[in-house]
Structures are given as structure tokens and as C-alpha cells.
């Protein structure tokens, strides 16, 4: 319970802090944060063995963090730094770090998809036993991408979780206009495996769901949907005034914050208080060393434009 409110409280925070060095120009480019969905990243991603893989989005800090990937070296991608985890050449959409089976933030909607069906396969192939997550958005599962995957894991029973954030939104574009079923679990039908849906603002619902499935997709039943219904506090990127959804809406779902509600309950664990406390300090702590980090890295050098790249 601890390691799980840790690991929320310190996306929380990071992305917090994200936001401020966007703000005064210390981090360029784009930015999507995961306020608000930390529950889906870390009660999916926490109940996956060491060798399991995570497939990721362009709202992807949290998963990666919650794969266990170092805030000093994510914030220092996001600075362009060399000790990031690209080498500071991926930034924010193209974060990847394979030593920690992490394959990737992905800036191309529904495009994690498919590499997580090709991941699958080669699972299956190499009889690795491993599980491959991938996370997208419910606008994702609206792409192309979605149906082909699903279709092609389920046939060859892939030993993939899709684990769809649906946050309501995919920008301005609310679900309940892009698409007629009101759950993305209901769409597992059509491609005859199991779908569920849970309540993506609590961390335990969200990981005895991708706990319940984990040992029957390791064992070969075949691929799971699972979606998460969760909300983002923020805008989607950054200047984004959010005139598509109303205040009250946004006041619904902030009282279900799974990281301040988590942060209620734990205290009523009396004999814990004081650890929580610790769990505060620390990610204060961890969030400030990953700026200083970040700061004092040398940026990428124009040499190493052409390193590591494949094309
Ligand atoms: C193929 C493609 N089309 C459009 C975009 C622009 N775009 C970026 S994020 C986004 C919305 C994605 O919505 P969703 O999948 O629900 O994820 P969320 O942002 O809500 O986390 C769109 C349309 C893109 N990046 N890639
Ligand atoms: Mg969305």
C-alpha cells in the first residue's frame, strides 16, 4: 500500500513540477501530463513481473515511473539532456528505456498498438513468457490501429493486456460523441476475449483487475481488454483552456483524486503515519533531485544526432 501511494504521489508531483519548468521555459517542445490518471499507471504496471513489457502513450511520464524508470533521468530527456533516458533526443513523445522492459512513449495516437501485438507475437515465438501492457486513450481505440491489433492478437492469442485510460477526451473530442458504446471494455466482443471495465481513480480496483488476468495471459487464454475510467486533471496539452467540459464536471472528478484519496485513507492506518509521512518527504525530495539532475546535465551534442538511430 505504501509502494503503490510512492509511486502516485511521485507521478503526481513530477508532472506537477513538469508543468512549472514548461511554463518558464526550461522544457520545450510539447507536454501531456497524467495529472489525475495516476492510479491506471501505477495499479496496472504494478502487479507485472521485472521481465514484463510496458507499451506507452504521449501521456507516458507516469508510465514510465511506474515501470520504474529514474525521475532524474526522465526529467532530463525532457530537458534534452545527454543522461536522459534517449540521450535527451526523444523527449517526452519518444521516451523509451528497454533495460527496464519499457518500450516507449508514443506521439502517434493508437500507434502503440501495434507494437505491443508485434511484441506479442514475438513473445509467443520465443516462448519467453512474458506480458506485454500497452496503455492508449479512448481516442486511440477509435483508430485502425485498435481493431487490427485486437483482431490479430485474439486469433493468435498474444499474451497482450490493452489497457485503455479512458479519460473522456480525446483533446476536445468527448467519448460520448466519438463513439455509441459507453464503455471501450464492451468492444472486446467484437473480437471474442474478455473485457472489463474499472474504476481508473482507484489503485486497488485497477490492479486486481490486471491481476485477475495476469497468470491466464502469461498461460496463453489470449489477449484482455481492460479499461480504466479516469479523468485528467489538466488540460490535454499545454494551452489548453478546456472550454469542452464544465467546471462542475471538473469538480465531479476531482473529489474522486486517486492520490489524495488514497492519501486519506492511509493516515487511518495509524501505526503507518509516520511512514507516510517519510513517502512525502522523500518524493519531495526525489522530484527536487531530478530537477537539479536535469539542470546540471550537459545538453545532447550535435554529434549524437546520429547515434542510436535505426533509419
Ligand atoms: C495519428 C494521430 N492523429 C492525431 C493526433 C493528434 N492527437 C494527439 S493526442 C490526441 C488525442 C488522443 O486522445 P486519447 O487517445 O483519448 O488520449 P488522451 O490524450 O485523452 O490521453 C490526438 C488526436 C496524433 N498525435 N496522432
Ligand atoms: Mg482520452
Not at 500500500?1 to 519548468?21: A, N, P, S, T
Not at 495516476?38 to 521485472?50: N, Q, R, T
Request: glycine share 14%; proline share 2%.
Amino acid at each position: 500500500m505504501i509502494d503503490l501511494y510512492h509511486k502516485m504521489l511521485l507521478i503526481r508531483r513530477f508532472e506537477e513540477k513538469v508543468e512549472e519548468l514548461f511554463s518558464r521555459g526550461m522544457i520545450g517542445g510539447t507536454c501531456h501530463l497524467c495529472v489525475g490518471q495516476e492510479a491506471c499507471a501505477v495499479g496496472a504496471v504494478s502487479v507485472l513481473g521485472k521481465n514484463d513489457l510496458v507499451i506507452s502513450t504521449h501521456r507516458g511520464h507516469g508510465h514510465l515511473l511506474a515501470k520504474g524508470g529514474d525521475p532524474r533521468r526522465v526529467m532530463a530527456e525532457l530537458m534534452g539532456k545527454a543522461t536522459g533516458y534517449c540521450q535527451g533526443k526523444g523527449g517526452t513523445q519518444h521516451m523509451c528505456a528497454i533495460e527496464l522492459g519499457f518500450l516507449g512513449t508514443n506521439g502517434i495516437t493508437g500507434g502503440g498498438l501495434p507494437i505491443a501485438t508485434g511484441a506479442g507475437l514475438s513473445a509467443k515465438l520465443r516462448n519467453s513468457g512474458q506480458v506485454i501492457l500497452v496503455f492508449f486513450g479512448d481516442g486511440a481505440s477509435n483508430q485502425g490501429t485498435f481493431h487490427e491489433s485486437l483482431n490479430m492478437a485474439s486469433i493468435w492469442k498474444l499474451p497482450v493486456i490493452y489497457f485503455c485510460e479512458n479519460n473522456l477526451y480525446g483533446m476536445s473530442m468527448s467519448s460520448s460523441r466519438s463513439m455509441n458504446v459507453t464503455s471501450v471494455a464492451e468492444r472486446a466482443v467484437a473480437y471474442g476475449i474478455r473485457g472489463y471495465s474499472v474504476d481508473g481513480m482507484d489503485v486497488l480496483a485497477v490492479r486486481e483487475a490486471v491481476g485477475g488476468v495476469l497468470d491466464a495471459v502469461r498461460g496463453g487464454m489470449g489477449p484482455v481488454l481492460i479499461e480504466g475510467r479516469t479523468y485528467r486533471f489538466v488540460g490535454h496539452s499545454k494551452s489548453d483552456k478546456r472550454v469542452y467540459r464544465t467546471e462542475a464536471e471538473e469538480s465531479e472528478w476531482r473529489v474522486r483524486d486517486p492520490v489524495i484519496s488514497f492519501d486519506r485513507y492511509l493516515p487511518g492506518l495509524k501505526a503507518r503515519e509516520a511512514e507516510v509521512l517519510r513517502v512525502q518527504q522523500q518524493v519531495e525530495a526525489e522530484v527536487t533531485e531530478s530537477v537539479e539532475f536535469g539542470m546540471r546535465s550537459e545538453l545532447a551534442s550535435p554529434e549524437s544526432a546520429l547515434s542510436g538511430v535505426y533509419v
